[in-house]
């Protein structure tokens, strides 16, 4: 096994020739081989329900005899899959548990921004609260007076609701990513690895300014294994493996092969040397192969090192600076500069076609550095084990393979049992079918099958020339039936206990009987996710340490910006709008909630969307609550509802108050009008006895009749005056009526 060559050079002597002896070195290291991985072949073809019979020959074949392999017995066996099921309901499940990423910004400044944020709205508040006083002092400002908080309320509402700007692009830029690369189905696929093999792993890159991610089978990736590292990114090296075509990988290193190495491409050495790994690789099942169109690449990915410095120098305003330097770097001394110089990882990557081709040695494009830590960087690829300390890793799958073994052996065992059983069995002396009436045993067996019954001759002659008594019938009880039925049970009893060892029970399977009752279902079903939580919850943060690396990705390709548009979970169409140096600058972190209790949260909550119909809330808010699958945005729904129910309320309790106004102003208006009516009566009296005065002093008398009406004149002018002062009265009061109702109309629209 070749040694590693030494890390610690600089960038000038990491030439071509050391960079391909690193590549042999760390696949040396490595191991493809298909014992190694034939395991895990074993368990997608458990899962598929393949049967393996070598695994079953200590109970077809004891004795590992030639003549017993020849044997014909009554029963065959084979695979009565148990497991399928189980992995299939998780996988179910994991695709209703909802993903929800939240991001933080961690950088050193985050506190004074939000200050400063307080700071602002607090200002803008007191100036509000100015403005509002100077309006009610009857001082002409130019604007509106508006209701307003204290600057306390103000200051704690910003506590309990800031959110860094930055922050907020990073959820967008999360959410994104997930629509753009379908994470969702993605990470559904490495769920499924997870399952059968308990490995899962992946690989991210960026290319065309744009970021990659790839779901990688377990079977094609080998990494420096340590009980101390948990997720494979943290090692120090990682080895892939592809079978890819002669076509294939043309396309994929067109830019950096010669033609002499792609006229190689067309005789791989794995043909010329007689298959080897590659028809492993493509076979694993050692099947013949025609292996002549496949190519192996690998592509390694380690960790170097490189040498960097960190200058202090004065900049032009007399201020002290620090910045980063590469090894070729030459302090001005004279200017007063100073540089510390540190050995730091570094990420590089090589590939090997074929077995003699090497290409793209070089120092990673993304490498994924820390603010705080210049050594600190992540290998491309990533995954981890369901368990790697004190053990070998398990899976699903390979928990579940002694049981499928034992369910497979006893389904043998009852058929074998089923082909024994003959039932009840009539015994009949010979001599008492009628052979002297031409019958012999075929036509006595078909009437008895046929008809239900058959003919004896009790006068024949026996053996010894005596009769025979019709006694001689006797029934033989050959049948197994209490033993297969024990058989039965034994089998239902090995499902039940690879099931329970798992922790799915028949209440999670949707298997509830009546009896049970609702606290009893729930508490079993409870129970049994508490058994799968933690397979989840390894899985999910996987997930987590992924979206952060494709976040960091993101800030290397985006750092020009980034302009684009992404469906959200909720099918809500969002705008994506990145400006690249603040996005760059940076510090993310990413944190998956417990989807667990996110999901009962979820449930719980859609539940109750019939009540909020009830209550009032609009269908579409409820619609909208029941389709989505993410907690956060149901909050939002509801307080986007809320406000336009408080909205709506207060515009309510407006138009109330205003119509209760209406009402006051036309009570007293209604007020108003009579009194000017008993002031307009008595005034006509006054006016009548001034009239009567009048005429008296004219000479006139005062019950002179002119128009021979029979009413004195002077009541005449009276009674006209008073209908005319009522008639414009009742109009004013109507035409009052007619605006009020206006407004009404007006309001409601």
């Known amino acids: 096994m070749p040694l590693i060559p030494k890390q610690k050079l600089p960038t000038s002597q990491k030439t071509q020739e050391w960079g391909e002896k690193c590549v042999q070195a760390y696949i040396a290291e490595s191991s493809f081989s298909s014992s190694d991985k034939s395991g895990m072949v074993d368990l997608y073809e458990i899962y598929n329900g393949e049967l393996d019979e070598s695994k079953y020959n200590y109970v077809t074949n004891p004795y590992n005899s030639e003549a017993w392999k020849k044997r014909n017995f009554p029963a065959k066996l084979r695979n009565y899959n148990i497991i399928k099921p189980v992995v299939d309901l998780l996988m179910g499940e994991k695709a209703k548990r909802p993903s929800n990423y939240q991001v933080v910004v961690r950088n050193a400044d985050t506190h004074s921004r939000k200050a400063e944020e307080i700071h602002k709205q607090v200002l803008q508040s007191l100036q509000q609260m100015f403005i509002n006083e100077l309006n009610a002092q009857g001082v002409d400002t130019g604007m509106e007076s508006q209701e307003t908080p204290t600057p306390a309320e103000v200051e704690e509402f910003i506590h309990s609701n800031y959110k860094d700007s930055r922050a907020i692009i990073g959820q967008q830029s999360i959410n994104y990513l997930r629509d753009f690369l379908d994470l969702d189905d993605k990470f559904q696929k490495a769920f499924f690895d997870w399952l059968i093999t308990g490995h899962v792993y992946s690989y991210k890159d960026v290319c065309m300014d744009e970021v990659e991610f790839e779901v990688i089978s377990p079977l094609d990736i080998d990494y420096q294994k340590s009980p101390d590292t948990e997720f494979i990114e943290d090692g120090d090296w990682v080895v892939r493996r592809k079978i890819m075509t002669a076509n294939a990988v043309v396309d994929s290193f067109y830019d950096v092969l010669t033609p002499t190495q792609i006229d190689d491409l067309e005789r791989p050495s794995q043909r010329r040397e007689g298959g080897g790994y590659l028809g492993a690789a493509l076979n694993p099942t050692h099947e013949q192969d025609d292996t002549d169109r496949y190519v192996e690449v690998i592509h390694v990915t380690w960790k170097s090192f490189r040498k960097v410095g960190i200058l202090t120098y004065t900049d032009e305003f007399g201020l002290m600076q620090e910045m980063e330097v590469d090894e070729t770097y030459k302090p001005d001394r004279d200017a007063g500069e100073k540089c510390q110089w540190f050995w730091v990882n570094q990420v590089w990557e090589g590939y090997r076609i074929d077995s003699g081709i090497f290409v793209n040695i070089q120092p990673f494009g993304v490498q994924r550095p820390s603010m705080t830590n210049l050594s600190l960087c992540k290998l491309p690829y990533n995954g981890r084990l369901y368990s790697n300390r004190h053990a070998d890793n398990i899976s699903i799958v390979s928990m579940g393979l002694p049981y499928q073994i034992l369910y497979n052996v006893f389904h043998y065992r009852m058929e074998l049992t089923m082909a024994k059983n003959k039932d009840k069995i009539a015994l009949i002396e010979m001599n008492t079918i009628p052979k002297r009436h031409g019958w012999d045993e075929e036509k006595f067996m078909y009437y008895a099958d046929a008809m239900g019954f058959a003919f004896i001759d009790s006068t024949a002659e026996g053996k010894n020339n005596e009769r025979v008594s019709f006694n001689q019938y006797q029934v033989l009880d050959m049948s197994l039936s209490q033993y297969i039925n024990a058989q039965f049970q034994l089998l239902q009893a090995i499902k039940q206990e690879w099931e329970d060892l798992v922790g799915i029970t028949r209440q999670r399977k949707g298997q509830v ?62 705008l994506l709008d990145i400006e690249g140096q603040e996005y760059a600058e940076a510090e993310y972190a990413v944190f998956a909630k417990n989807s667990s209790k996110e999901n009962t949260k979820l449930e719980t909550f859609k539940s109750l969307a019939l009540s909020f119909a009830q209550n009032g809330s609009q269908p579409s808010t409820v619609a909208e609550i029941l389709d989505t699958d993410n907690f956060s945005n149901i909050k939002r729904l509801v307080k986007e509802a809320e406000a336009k129910q408080q909205q709506l309320e207060q515009q309510q309790q407006q138009a109330q108050q205003e119509m209760q106004m209406q009402q006051m102003q036309m009570q007293e208006q209604a007020k108003l009008a009579e009194k000017q009516f008993e002031a307009a009566e008595n005034q006509a009296d006054r006016q009548n006895k001034l009239d009567v005065e009048a005429m008296k002093i004219a000479g006139r008398q005062a019950d002179q009749d002119l128009n021979n009406n029979g009413i004195p004149d002077y009541m005449d002018i009276q009674r006209v005056e008073m209908e005319k002062q009522r008639i414009e009265s009742n109009e004013r009061l109507q035409t009052r009526k007619l605006d009020i109702e206006e407004k009404k109309v007006n309001k409601k629209d």
């Open 513 to 574: 009987m009546a009896s049970d009752g609702s606290g009893a279902t729930e508490r079993a079903v409870f129970q049994s996710s508490v058994m799968t939580e933690e397979l989840f919850r390894k899985f999910e943060k996987y997930e987590e340490k992924e979206m952060q690396g494709l976040l960091d990705c993101s800030k290397f390709a985006w750092r020009g910006g980034k302009k684009s548009s992404y469906i959200t979970s909720d099918y809500r169409n969002e």
